[in-house]
């Protein structure tokens, strides 16, 4: 069956249809990991987003339950250059035309996307319209004009938790995975649980629950809207600041508890959690051209010096010339000089832009929840 990718500057594609069919509108915009699509799929921070992948082959190792970052994908629609239909690996339980069916979502493939994605970084990011209906392509450009984007909208109320819980209770979920070790007595174990955290769900991915857990926290999730004083009746030792969709503009709600927070409890922020965390220092943020997605952005620390490969999936960056001076830039983007961290220099407060759980590196970034832990345990020591 025919798809149609039709972008609101009037460019487009043809390809063929495969998984769920009907009409999606949402931010066009690539991610350039070379594996990783069911992550890439089930993240809440591409909620309003069509995703294409800038790796050729797309499908080959299948789909699983254990891979998940959320309980379903979140994008509008899924643009590919080819499908594997004959997914293999042992983990493998569905194939990616399969999962996408379950979830009515739209793929497309037979897609130049070398093509699209060199469109995308001179035009920059815009909305686009994936149908498999029969229109024109004049009719399809026109249904991407007239949808929405990302730019004002407020995502975050849409993927959060509707209620407080606590992440694995019983330890079920957080023990390291070793093929190695098995099933046996020699599993890895987690440590015991050091500091109790609050952490905010904007759109948070579980791996960052499961390294939270694994780096000593007990944690306890609750919904983006949560207010401070909520907050600080759970009497936590520190407080999380998730990924997540959309706008960081366009949620006051959450720049006012940060806001209010600072100075009651250590804080550490990640992606979306950093970006509010620049509005609640009284900074601002602005629209990046075509964005950070992908597993391979250079990253420099300007206090050691040493450059980490990361993963990242944003569209807006802090504007370094809004942060007031108690603030400091402790990283940046190597490609485009945007900023990738923040430190407070007076309180416990800092946050990357990029995602230290995600394991491009592959460890390149997860020390940052240890940083966490020993800020909490110097704001407990009195240090």
């Known amino acids: 069956m025919r798809a149609l990718l039709a972008l609101e500057d009037g460019k487009y594609f043809e390809g063929e249809s495969f998984a769920a069919t009907g009409i999606r509108v ?33 499908g080959n190792y299948g789909t699983n339950s254990l891979d998940q970052e959320s309980r ?46 060199r469109h995308l ?64 007595d020699n599993k890895p174990k987690l440590p015991p649980i050091r500091f109790r955290v609050v952490a905010y769900d904007y759109g948070i991915k579980q791996n960052i629950l499961r390294l939270l857990r694994q780096k000593g926290f007990g944690v306890t999730v609750v919904p983006a809207p949560t207010t401070a004083e909520q907050t600080l009746a759970l009497n936590p030792d520190g407080v999380f600041l998730s990924n997540g969709p959309g706008d960081p503009s366009a949620l006051p709600y959450a720049h006012k508890t940060v806001a209010d927070l600072m100075g009651k409890k250590p804080i550490f922020g990640i992606c979306l959690g950093h970006q509010i965390l620049g509005f609640a220092f009284g900074g601002s943020t602005f629209k990046l051209k075509f964005g950070h997605r992908g597993a ?58 990029y995602h230290p759980e995600a394991a491009p590196g592959p460890h390149d970034a997860s020390y940052f929840f240890s940083q966490f832990a020993d800020l909490i345990d110097g704001k407990k020591s009195g240090k």
């Not at 309003?48 to 790796?55: D, F, K, P, S, W």
């Not at 991407?144 to 984007?149: K, P, S």
Request: overall charge negative; hydrophobic content about 35%; proline content about 6%.
């Open 26 to 58: 949402g931010e066009i915009c690539f991610n350039t990991a070379m594996t990783g699509y069911q992550e890439v799929l089930t993240d809440p921070s591409y909620r309003g987003q069509i995703v294409a992948m800038t790796y050729p082959l797309i």
């Open 72 to 117: 379903s994908p979140h994008v509008r629609g899924f643009v590919i250059e080819e499908l594997s239909e004959a997914p293999s690996n042992w983990r493998s339980e569905m194939s990616l035309d399969e999962y996408l069916r379950k979830w009515d979502i739209p793929g497309v493939q037979g897609i130049d996307t070398r093509a699209l994605t």
């Open 121 to 184: 970084r001179t035009r920059g990011a815009m909305k686009a319209c994936l149908t498999t209906e029969k229109m024109s392509t004049e009719q399809a450009v026109q249904r991407a004009v007239d949808g929405e984007g990302v730019i004002g909208m407020d995502y975050v109320r849409e993927v959060s938790t509707p209620e407080i819980y606590q992440w694995d209770p019983d330890d079920k979920l957080s023990q390291p995975w070793s093929i190695a070790n098995g099933n046996g």
């Open 296 to 353: 391979n952005q250079p990253v420099k620390d300007l206090h050691t010096g040493k450059v980490a490969i990361t993963a990242q999936n944003h569209g807006f960056a802090v504007d370094p010339e809004s942060l007031p001076k108690n603030v400091e830039v402790s990283h940046i983007n190597l490609n485009d000089n945007t900023v990738e961290g923040m430190r407070h220099k007076e309180l416990p407060i800092f946050s990357v832009q």
